[in-house]
């Protein structure tokens, strides 16, 4: 008796593994899909105490529901001022150290173009030259992940 409670828990088991297999095997073609996204943004140019806005752009973007990123910059030439949505409306983004932007949704967009739009101040002790903005830490996701 024993014996066959043990064989049909061993099938039950097998066939629970079956069922997983194809979602599994998805999210890592998803996985894949996602990381191809690229991000950049605008070049722009202002001088010291002149405001300047910024466009964040995605390529390559076959389907997302959610994507967030770092923006790290020179605190003692910028500071980030606020932001506007873009091609995608609702993002969320932080204002003080350690900015990000989160956007989060729940239908899938392939939009690729700007997405949002970034406004900074060149702080008046800033010195003439460039510096960088970076979209650091990417993560994005479908609804599957």
Same mark, same amino acid.
Request: hydrophobic residues 45%.
């Given at each position: 008796m ?6 049909? &828990? ?8 079956i ?7 998805h999210?890592?073609i ?6 191809d996204v690229? &991000?950049?943004?605008s070049?722009?140019k202002?001088?010291? $105490? +002149?405001?300047?806005?910024?466009g964040?752009s995605?390529?390559?973007?076959? $389907?997302?529901?959610?994507l967030?990123?770092?923006?790290? /910059?020179?605190?003692? =030439? &910028?500071?980030?001022? $606020? /932001?506007s949505?873009?091609?995608? =409306?609702?993002w969320?983004?932080g ?6 932007a ?13 997405? &949002?739009?970034l406004?900074f101040k ?5 010195? +003439? ?10 993560s994005? /996701?479908?609804?599957?992940?």
């Amino acid at each position: 008796m024993r014996k066959i409670v043990y064989c049909i &828990l061993a099938a039950i088991m097998v066939l629970s593994l079956i069922d997983l297999i194809p979602s599994i095997m998805h999210s890592q073609i998803v996985q894949a899909a996602v990381q191809d996204v690229v &991000l950049d943004i605008s070049d722009a140019k202002a001088r010291p $105490g +002149e405001e300047v806005t910024v466009g964040v752009s995605i390529a390559n973007n076959s $389907g997302l529901a959610f994507l967030n990123f770092t923006i790290q /910059y020179d605190h003692e =030439k &910028l500071s980030l001022t $606020g /932001y506007s949505d873009s091609g995608w =409306k609702g993002w969320t983004v932080g204002i003080g150290k350690g900015e990000k932007a989160v956007w989060a949704s729940e239908d899938i967009s392939d939009f690729n173009g700007e997405i &949002l739009i970034l406004k900074f101040k060149v702080l008046q002790s800033a010195q +003439e030259g460039t510096t960088e903005i970076i979209l650091g830490d990417p993560s994005a /996701y479908d609804v599957d992940n």
